[in-house]
Every structure is written in structure tokens, then in C-alpha cells.
């Protein structure tokens, strides 16, 4: 199984860039669908940006869309979400997850098996 690990989180301006990073350990992510998700306090887990495993199909939330770009590289066991134009209700922990049975890039949680333990980003206004 695999055991993902974000970081890269941090206190940013709006309008600001930030890259998170996810390091697979344990397995290979080249069988796996990968995904960030996020959750502020008070709010329901939500779904960000999902990834397939050959990393040709990508899906992203509405809100996210057209600013977050989630990529990966199976050489290197990695997997990014690059968020530029960072708004203050962007601020929420960020998690990684895999899927080890995904063909297309879910953005339902259940449909993850493993999950890291999230990076906080926090977003000034």
C-alpha cells in the first residue's frame, strides 16, 4: 500500500502561488489515481483536483478551476498541485489521496483508499 505525505503549505498573500507537494512511500503511485482534497474548519471535506495514473486525464472542482493544476511524475514517486491566484477561501488543510482501483480522476473521497495527514495553507485577505 501506499502512504502519502503532503507539504509545501504555508501563510501566503491573496493573489499569491504556492505549490504542494505529495511523496509516495511504500508502493508505486504508477498503479494509483491520485487527488488533493481540502478542509476548512467548520466545513466538509471537499474536493479539489484528481489526477489519473498515466496523469492524461485530470478533473477539477468548479471553484478551483482555470487557477490549480495538479500534475505528477511516477519516475519520482510525486504528485504537485500548483494554486496560483490563492484566495483567502482557498485557506483550508490539504490532503493527498490514492486510489488504488481508480480509472478515471474521482473527485469523490470514498473513492480513496490512502490518505496523508494534510498541509495547512492559510490565505491573508
Known amino acids: 500500500q501506499v502512504q502519502p505525505v503532503e507539504s509545501g503549505g504555508g501563510l501566503v498573500q491573496a493573489g499569491d502561488s504556492l505549490t504542494l507537494s505529495c511523496a509516495a512511500s511504500g508502493d508505486t503511485l504508477r498503479e494509483y489515481t491520485m487527488a488533493w482534497f481540502r478542509q476548512a474548519p467548520g466545513r466538509d471535506r471537499e474536493s479539489v483536483a484528481a489526477?489519473?495514473?498515466?496523469?492524461?486525464?485530470?478533473q477539477y472542482a468548479n471553484s478551483v478551476k482555470g487557477r490549480f493544476t495538479i500534475s505528477r511524475d511516477n519516475a519520482s514517486n510525486m504528485v504537485w498541485l500548483r494554486m496560483n491566484s490563492l484566495r483567502f477561501e482557498d485557506t483550508a488543510l490539504y490532503y493527498c489521496a490514492a486510489d488504488r482501483h481508480g480509472i478515471a480522476p474521482s473527485l469523490v473521497p470514498s473513492d480513496y483508499d490512502y490518505w496523508g495527514q494534510g498541509t495547512q495553507v492559510t490565505v491573508s485577505s
Open positions: 489526477i489519473t495514473w498515466s496523469g492524461r486525464s485530470t
